[in-house]
T-cell receptor
């Protein structure tokens, strides 16, 4: 069974810092990997999707990388802002269907 | 564009009472639909998924059930709620992209 782990569980940084969130998974035979953002009490918003054949995806200040062989992905956030404060979730699909989620990293960016 | 609606937004129910949560999808046809639950301190747990009308796959044996009476409607039910059913329930459409509904916060007392 696919296990997804996210480190750290929580992170607090001052505004303007660059930061990296980590995600690891146990089964490297993945279909794709996604990063989501969840604001308190809200649903999930998809940030980036990386297909198994890809190494990275970029959207604005966000960059996600994928290393299938080592079972790792990172989400890089450049020049963090208070509005980036949220929980970030990593999810892996092994079949193109259901997603297996990590427990998330709770990010707080202080002004 | 794709939109997922869930209701109710919040629900407080006594132990042993029935449950019905509804999810409807706009902007697509024949979507693969999913119910996830997010409990405090835990990750998102897949409960059910459906690839079409009347087709339900259960991932976790429990006192919950799901139904898909129409192409874009997915319902989560229970005949008798348990305290452990408390959590945040999310409906999702997962295909080449993923879309999640706003969720239902269920508290069982």
């Amino acid at each position: 069974k696919q296990e997804v782990t996210q480190i750290p569980a929580a992170l607090s940084v001052p505004e303007g810092e660059n930061l990296v969130l980590n995600c690891s998974f146990t089964d490297s035979a993945i279909y794709n990997l996604q990063w989501f953002r969840q604001d308190p009490g809200k649903g999930l918003t998809s940030l980036l999707l990386i297909q198994s054949s890809q190494r990275e995806q970029t959207s604005g200040r966000l960059n996600a990388s994928l290393d299938k062989s080592s079972g790792r992905s990172t989400l890089y956030i450049a020049a963090s802002q208070p509005g980036d404060s949220a929980t970030y979730l990593c999810a892996v699909s092994n079949s193109g269907y259901a997603l297996n989620f990590g427990k998330g990293t709770s990010l707080l960016v202080t002004p | 564009s794709q939109t997922i609606h869930q209701w109710p937004a919040t629900l407080v129910q006594p132990v042993g009472s029935p449950l019905s949560l509804e999810c409807t999808v706009e902007g697509t046809s024949n979507p693969n639909l999913y119910w996830y639950r997010q409990a405090a301190g835990r990750g998102l747990q897949l409960l059910f998924y459906s690839v079409g009308i009347g087709q339900i796959s259960s991932e976790v044996p429990q006192n919950l059930s799901a139904s898909r009476p129409q192409d874009r409607q997915f319902i989560l039910s229970s005949k008798k709620l348990l305290l452990s059913d408390s959590g945040f329930y999310l409906c999702a459409w997962i295909g080449t992209s993923s879309f999640f509904g706003p969720g239902t916060r269920l508290t069982v007392l």
